[in-house]
């Protein structure tokens, strides 16, 4: 093989890979690449029934899942995306009945969120998230109620993040 044949080959290859780019991104996620920060405001506790846990664990949460699944800083105001919500709900219902009292009990978490992009107001969403966990009435309600709102708090978290900037 000649000289100029091998030069050949190598600058063609030099040339392939130079022109190859790579672009990382959280997988599923839709943030645009000029937004740097998000502004998550202290969701309101507006249910009849008031845990006083809830509105700072939920905001809590949301909070951790932005840093640890974006790019995105928290900032307190001002921010590139924005959002501010409200617990619209927090109810204890009776679901199975036995002969005389309730089996089995049902705790449900409503939201209401706003979420605004001012990249793009066509992804802006003004949505409610409703998620609900049963247990044994015969258990200790307060903390059970207290474990089940964690737990569904994270649900709520997941389907928040999915809602604005998921791109399942």
Known sequence: MSKKYK???FITIAVFFCSCTINYSAVGVDIPPEAKTITIKSFQNNASLVNLQLSNDLTTQLRDKFRSNTRLSVVDSRGDLYIEGEITDYSISSVAVGSDRAM???LTITVRVHYENKFDEKKNIDQTFSRYQDYDANLNSQSKQD?????ICEVLVDDIFTATVGNW
Not at 147 to 151: G, W
Request: hydrophobic share 45%; net charge neutral.
């Open 7 to 9: 030069y050949l080959i």
């Open 147 to 151: 474990e089940l709102a964690t737990q």
């Open 104 to 106: 089995m009990n049902r």
